[in-house]
């Protein structure tokens, strides 16, 4: 007996552990919708007020005699119910042998109060009325008379039709769940997805509030051993990192377009921006360890666009804003499943991000969901708008070159492309990057305007931050071979312009082989960070003044716009601490006309590159003020040039270049004579002299007079 008892009771004890077991093992998943008055009110016009003007006709014969219209609905919260409220025009009357008399012509209001109620089957929310009313003109309410007899019934009926519809929207998330599940059984989704319920029901001052709800079952557990990726699993994670991305821009290009608010589309653009800053962080982690990463940016980011993207809602109509919603819960739902933890499975895969992509497009016709590294023009006109909102003409980011003055056809790119320097090189090369970092800032400036002392300060900037990142470089020779400057993290060239960063707003083979056109790229972000973030932060008003700016904006180019602030703080990452101070080193370097010791960092000698420097008698002062100097000294010595004039004033020699209709390459260059400053005007550069020759016999009637470029780097003005 004794033996029997214990047997039944281990039968017990055994039972109730497999029950607690199995409870344990499934887990609430609950994720909180909200919706706002301004939908609400959207969905209950396209309802019920979907005549021209937002009108409702709740009563109207043929005759003409009877019509009672509502219009101007209204929807607001009291208590834990909803008021519904319109404005009424009134007409009744009484047809006689086919003529109307009229009985009464009322104006007023109507007021309706009812319960939300979600439906049986917890897929809808409808009203329940408890009272209605009528509104005199007077304030007070009218619950008597003959008005009153003749719409109250349909007053009650017509309110009472108001249905929040969320079938579509709950749906939508069932068919995500399989997709971001895989390692759930058919019949473990199959129950997760009639779990799906909606609950919880609020009227909030604000929205009216639900959960939508559902049971998720733990995996087994299995060891977790980390293995070596298989080349197909490692296309598998380059796939699916580059998805990720994608569906980010396909977002931020709709919800921009969308929107007419100018501060909004600026907003997304720096939100897609830092994103890409901190995905280029993520993909530095082993593919092994970086799946974790890459999920935990990808539900960051659209936690930052979600009150973005409410707001855009908004402005439209209300079923597309109730679809819109439909993907925020979406990303709402995964973040939840990801606080469950590891034991759940969660996989956000390929075929999940191309469902979430359908989502974004709110039921229209597809658009595929593509990773491309060609230039985007809807990004681009983003970044345009937002660094000059009012600008007509193209601007410096577009980077198209044909639109430059024939000038850049003498840059000192033309040097440099293809040019990786030895030791031997480097007095030639240094001032050769200078002059073309000058450039740089000389072209993107003519799109910006700067105060002087920030001018000044933009162009240290520049010089400091080419040799912060590349050692002035664009070009290394890896295996004989000559390569770009690549970072492991996507960095390239000069600038060192992130591509992952930048994808879509720039050329990437450009960044990779046009240094010029990457001098410009970086140029052209760098003033970004110092217009848009640190002076309009006002960075130079905490300790170290106007230097500030330069610290900051290096901060946000090199972490992102959320990190501008980075280089005064002291609860930053090692790692950025030291980046940052060398930034700052060298960019006292640079105020102190030192640039060239960027020398060291390519195994060269300062002293060397500055004697041989100094037999040029160009200033580097000089180098970073005067563009007839940098196009000087961009130019072979062996080359030549034709000098039109000398004028005793620079306004003299640019009148005269004006006059003449002189083309591009024509400058005006300084030198001494005895005890004065004379301003030449050249014209042109000419590998060859007959080339040289040739253009002197066409200008003839301004008695050119042909000169080498090394004559006139001895005169110039020290």
């Known amino acids: ?225 980390e293995t070596i990726l298989t080349e197909e699993e490692l296309q598998e994670w380059e796939t699916r990192w580059q998805l990720m991305d994608a569906l980010l821009v396909m977002a931020v290009k709709h919800y ?43 539900l960051q980011s659209w936690k930052q666009l979600r009150p973005l993207v409410r707001n855009i809602a908004l402005e439209q109509p209300g079923r597309e804003h109730l679809l819109w919603l439909s993907l925020l819960t979406a990303t709402d739902t995964l973040d939840a499943l990801d606080q469950l933890g590891p034991g759940i499975g969660l996989d956000i895969s390929a075929d999940g991000l191309r469902r979430m992509a359908r989502m974004l497009n709110a039921g229209q016709a597809d658009q595929p969901l593509r990773y491309h590294e060609a230039v985007d023009p809807q990004l681009q006109q983003l970044l345009r708008q937002q660094v000059q909102p009012d600008a007509q003409r193209p601007s410096a980011l577009r980077f198209n070159f044909s639109l430059f003055p024939l000038a850049y056809a003498a840059s000192p790119a033309q040097r440099l492309n293809n040019w990786a320097p030895d030791i031997s090189e480097l007095d030639q090369y240094l001032p050769t990057v200078s002059a073309l970092l000058m450039a740089s ?59 992952r960063v930048w994808r879509g707003f720039y050329d990437i083979q450009k960044l990779r082989w046009d240094i010029a056109y990457n001098s410009d790229t970086g140029t052209e972000i760098l003033l970004g960070y110092l217009n848009k973030y640190a002076l309009k932060k006002g960075e130079q008003q905490h300790p170290g003044g106007l230097t500030n700016l330069a610290r900051a904006s290096y901060s946000a180019y090199n972490g992102g716009p959320s990190q501008l602030s980075r280089y005064r703080r002291s609860n930053v990452a090692a790692a950025h601490r030291k980046i940052d101070e060398a930034f700052w080193d060298k960019y006292r370097q640079v105020d102190a006309g030192h640039e060239l010791r960027v020398a060291l960092c390519l195994g060269g000698s300062t002293e060397k590159t500055v004697v041989k420097t100094a037999m040029r008698p160009i200033s580097t002062q000089t180098a970073l003020e005067d563009p007839g100097s940098r196009w000087i000294m961009a130019q072979r010595e062996r080359h030549y040039t034709l000098q039109l004039g000398a004028f005793s004033s620079r306004n003299a020699a640019i009148q005269f270049i004006t006059q003449q209709s002189l083309p591009a390459p024509t400058y005006s260059y300084p030198v001494r004579k005895e005890n004065s400053t004379q301003y030449l005007v050249l014209h042109g550069a000419y590998a060859e002299r007959a080339q040289a020759e040739s253009r002197q016999r066409q200008l003839a009637h301004l008695k050119p007079w042909l000169r080498a470029f090394a004559d006139l780097r001895a005169v110039a003005t020290p």
């Open 1 to 225: 007996m004794t033996k029997r008892l214990i047997h039944t009771c281990s039968l017990l004890l055994l039972g109730f552990l497999v029950v607690c077991q199995s409870s344990a093992a499934t887990r609430p998943v609950e994720v909180s919708v909200n919706f706002d008055y301004p939908l609400l009110r959207q969905l209950m016009v396209r309802q019920l007020f979907n005549q021209e003007g937002e009108r409702a006709e709740l009563l109207h014969d043929p005759s003409g005699c009877n019509q009672i219209v509502l219009t101007n609905p209204a929807i607001a919260p009291r208590g834990a119910e909803f008021e519904l409220t319109a404005r009424v025009d009134a007409r009744l009357g009484i047809d006689l042998l086919g003529s109307c008399k009229q009985l009464l012509a009322w104006q007023g209001g109507v007021g309706f109060l009812g319960q939300p109620l979600i439906s049986p089957d917890s897929r809808s929310v409808r009203v329940k009325p408890s009272s209605t009313w009528l509104i005199g003109t007077n304030g007070n309410k009218i619950v008597s008379g003959a008005l009153w007899d003749v719409a109250r019934g349909s007053l009650n009926n017509f309110f009472a039709n108001f249905t929040l519809e969320l079938s579509p929207y709950i749906d939508s998330l069932g068919g995500l769940l399989p997709e971001v599940l895989p390692h759930q059984t058919t019949q473990q989704l199959q129950a997760m997805i009639s779990s799906l319920k909606l609950h919880d029901l609020k009227v909030k001052p604000a929205s009216l509030d639900a959960t939508i709800g559902f049971m998720v079952d733990a995996l087994a557990k299995t060891e977790q051993v």
């Open 256 to 298: 921009a377009a969308a929107t007419s608010l100018q501060e909004v589309r600026n907003t997304l653009l720096d939100m897609l921006i830092d994103s890409r800053y901190r995905l280029r962080d993520a993909l530095t982690a082993t593919p092994e360890r970086a799946n974790v990463e890459l999920r935990t940016w990808f």
């Open 441 to 499: 800032v000389d072209r993107v400036l003519q799109q910006h305007s700067l105060e002087p002392e920030h001018k000044r300060l933009f162009k240290k900037m520049v010089l400091t931050t080419a040799w912060q990142e590349s050692c002035w470089r664009q070009y290394v020779v890896i295996n004989k071979r000559l390569e770009p400057l690549r970072s492991s993290s996507g960095d390239v060239g000069l600038m060192q312009v992130n591509e």
